[in-house]
């Protein structure tokens, strides 16, 4: 793992075990994030999308695989190693405000609060942090008299009083309406060119690829695709009005798989186990049905 890496997984594995059955939820997941990212990780309810952010968080731990996080190896981290990493390095933003939030508290008393709990209480830079998310004029209202999206900015401030080099959002925006969407997607990015914080955002709407620098698809576990802009985006104002091709791209993983979209299949009446004919035609790697003459994926 290099100095660049923030996070390195490798054919990540997590099983989860009850007296009579087994899940799955990571089945041999492969992802790299660079230091400085703000990239989203998309997929529907099941991908394993918010099970590989608790890992990521310290909360929960591999069963197999490789997971990096900062240089520290997660499968073999000690328990005062953990409880040091979830202090100062890692942040966390959890779509239910009740988690992060005391109502009776104040923005800013709510921030200066964690900080104190965890040591480093710096109330100039707990003013900076209300500042950089835009709750200067607000930062003494306390929780009732701010919105839901203003609520969410307070519980991004408490994530990095700590000063954390990554930040996990949790469905940031899953509960307010588009505007305000945009508005906390464009504070992530202003929050990462300021203070220099890798951003993970783990979402399910594909319409966040506009508004981060990458998005990674996961699927039955496994990383299954990356979602690229046809264009770039200059500045935070522009992300409102950005209307830009997205193309999704699939990801060929380390030993040799790649996920086809279920459309594609169905489209060809080939099931999950079905075997399939794969032919290098021209440049291209083409997969017919078994005994199929034409029609490819």
């Known amino acids: ?7 390195e997984c490798d054919n990540l594995v997590k099983i989860y075990k009850t007296r009579d059955t087994e899940v799955m939820a990571l089945a041999g997941l492969d992802l790299t994030v660079r230091r400085g990212e703000l990239m989203a990780i998309i ?18 731990t591999p069963t197999m695989g490789q997971l990096t996080v900062d240089g520290r190896d997660m499968l073999k981290i000690s328990r005062s190693a953990l409880a040091a990493y979830k202090r100062g390095t890692v ?19 709510n921030v200066e609060l964690v900080g104190r ?8 830079y707990a003013a900076r942090l209300l500042e950089l998310v835009g709750l200067s004029d607000r930062k003494n209202n306390k929780l009732g008299e701010l919105s839901g999206g203003e ?36 504070m992530f990015a202003h929050l990462r060119d300021e203070l220099g914080v890798t951003v ?3 979402s399910h709407d594909p319409g966040i690829a506009k508004m981060v620098d990458r998005v990674v698809a996961i699927r039955d576990g496994k990383t299954s695709g990356e979602i690229m802009r046809a264009g770039k985006l200059t500045d935070i104002a522009s992300l409102a009005s950005l209307e830009e091709e997205q193309i999704e791209l699939a990801v060929v993983d380390r030993s040799g798989r790649v996920q086809i979209p279920a459309d594609y299949l169905t489209r060809l009446s080939i099931g999950r186990k079905d075997k399939v004919r794969i032919e290098a035609e021209d440049g291209r790697i083409v997969i017919y049905p078994t005994g199929a003459d034409n029609g490819s994926v």
Do not use: C, H
């Open 1 to 7: 793992m290099d100095d660049y890496t923030m996070i």
């Open 43 to 60: 997929g529907a309810s099941g991908s394993g999308k918010s099970t590989l952010l608790n890992m990521l968080g310290g909360l929960d």
């Open 91 to 109: 942040g966390f933003v959890w779509q239910n405000n009740a988690r992060n939030l005391i109502p009776y508290l104040t923005a800013r008393e």
């Open 117 to 124: 709990i965890g040591g480093r209480l710096d109330k100039q």
């Open 151 to 186: 609520q969410q900015r307070v519980a991004t401030a408490i994530a990095l009083i700590n000063k954390p080099a990554l930040l996990l959002a949790d469905e940031p925006t899953g509960a307010v309406d588009s505007k305000t969407s945009q508005s906390i997607l464009g």
């Open 200 to 202: 993970v955002i783990v």
